[in-house]
């Protein structure tokens, strides 16, 4: 059934296109912070383990979030590691070592880079496409991003 929501089909294409590679970003995201989750070593261990958890939940419910918004659109989210590979800006990483400020160092630089994109983004969808309701969307998803990018800053000091 087409999508009559006042936003034209060139439109919706765009926003989709790009939030596409914002969910893939954030997919790539969720994947290095469990594997810092999952491989933190140290004497922080413990302390760092549960922090990498509270931030790839919150990832998680990022992505489950931008996936909605597609569809709200009318276009179907990308679903694959092949296609998230392709779409996304970040890089994966090898570690010789699994210490806390690396992982932490390494986490902060991709959501900075997100927080660019997004805002990037905002008066975009909002004006050239016309949809405020992405804009807006996204708006919330680069809040998120700077209060998850504070908290791991706040590690390195």
Do not use: C
């Not at 087409?2 to 997919?27: F, M, P, S, Y």
């Not at 659109?73 to 679903?79: I, K, T, V």
């Amino acid at each position: 059934m087409k999508t009559a929501i006042g936003i034209t089909d060139v439109n919706r294409q765009v926003v989709t296109k790009e939030l596409a590679k914002i969910l893939a970003d954030e997919t790539v995201l969720y994947i290095k912070t469990k594997n810092a989750h999952w491989n933190i070593e140290g004497a922080d261990f413990y302390d760092k383990h549960k922090f990498f958890e509270v931030q790839f939940e919150q990832l998680d419910e990022i992505i489950d979030s931008v996936a909605e918004r597609i569809r709200a659109l009318g276009h179907y989210a990308p679903a694959s590691l092949r296609l998230y590979l392709e779409l996304t800006h970040l890089t994966e990483q090898t570690r010789e070592h699994n210490d806390s400020k690396g992982f932490i160092k390494q986490l902060l630089i991709d959501h900075e880079s997100i927080i660019v994109v997004l805002r990037e983004h905002i008066n975009s969808f909002g004006s050239n496409h016309h949809d405020l309701g992405t804009s807006d969307f996204i708006t919330g998803l680069m809040e998120t991003h700077e209060k998850m990018a504070w908290f791991l800053r706040a590690h390195l000091v």
